[in-house]
T-cell receptor, first 117, second 119 residues
Framework: AQTVTQSQPEMSVQEAETVTLSCTYD???????LFWYKQPPSRQMILVIR??????QNATENRFSVNFQKAAKSFSLKISDSQLGDAAMYFC??????????????FGTGTLLAVQP | GAVVSQHPSWVICKSGTSVKIECRSL??????MFWYRQFPKQSLMLMAT?????????EQGVEKDKFLINHASLTLSTLTVTSAHPEDSSFYIC???????????????FGDGTRLSIL
């Protein structure tokens, strides 16, 4: 079974600085998808970024980028120029490639990010 | 983009009552929806996969008779917490993926969640 591990329960960053959130996963599949979701205090789940395992190039979305290391099964999220609105719980998630619409997301335990003004 | 609507957003009820939570896909047909439960400061725990026109698939440890799931149409899945007790108090979230967009890399879209408080 696949598992997702986030080893940092809490992180803190100064406004305008850069922070990296860690995520590792375990799978025997060769193709899969990885996601980072943000959950602010409103508890709405917001997709931050996604990565296809078959793509070597790291995904980037504005201030958010990932460092995807397939061999190491690592998928870290880098937030540059941190803003107060980035404060939230961040979840790393895995989804296999087979199974179509029934394919479920497997979440990590989350990292609570605080942004200091 | 695809939107998933969840209702109600917050419900408070007495112990022993049953509570129904609705999850709707507003602009797409969802043959599959997912129901999650989340305790404070914890991760989302998948409870069950709701399948349109057939029985839901429950995760290990989730009581089928306690958490009834009905997916009667392509745009609506309901979760009913039967004979709710204080330990059922939690945050419940549904999600779905728009299959018409194609591509396995399409993300799941989440409802805004339902905060359930049992007194």
């Amino acid at each position: 079974a696949q598992t997702v591990t986030q080893s940092q329960p809490e992180m803190s960053v100064q406004e305008a600085e850069t922070v990296t959130l860690s995520c590792t996963y375990d799978t025997s599949e060769s193709d899969y998808y990885l996601f980072w979701y943000k959950q602010p205090p409103s508890r709405q789940m917001i997709l931050v970024i996604r990565q296809e395992a078959y793509k070597q190039q790291n995904a980037t979305e504005n201030r958010f980028s990932v460092n995807f290391q397939k061999a190491a099964k690592s998928f870290s999220l880098k937030i540059s120029d941190s803003q107060l609105g980035d404060a939230a719980m961040y979840f790393c998630a895995y989804r296999g490639i087979y199974g179509g619409a029934t394919n479920k997301l497997i979440f990590g335990t989350g990292t609570l990010l605080a942004v200091q003004p | 983009g695809a939107v998933v609507s969840q209702h109600p957003s917050w419900v408070i009820c007495k112990s022993g009552t049953s509570v129904k939570i609705e999850c709707r896909s507003l602009d797409f047909q969802a043959t599959t929806m997912f129901w999650y439960r989340q305790f404070p400061k914890q991760s989302l725990m998948l409870m069950a996969t709701s399948n349109e026109g057939s029985k839901a698939t429950y995760e290990q440890g989730v009581e089928k008779d306690k958490f009834l799931i009905n997916h009667a149409s392509l745009t609506l899945s309901t979760l009913t917490v039967t004979s709710a007790h204080p330990e059922d108090s939690s945050f419940y979230i549904c999600s779905a993926r728009d299959p018409s967009l194609g591509g396995e890399n399409q993300p799941q879209h989440f409802g805004d969640g339902t905060r359930l408080s049992i007194l």
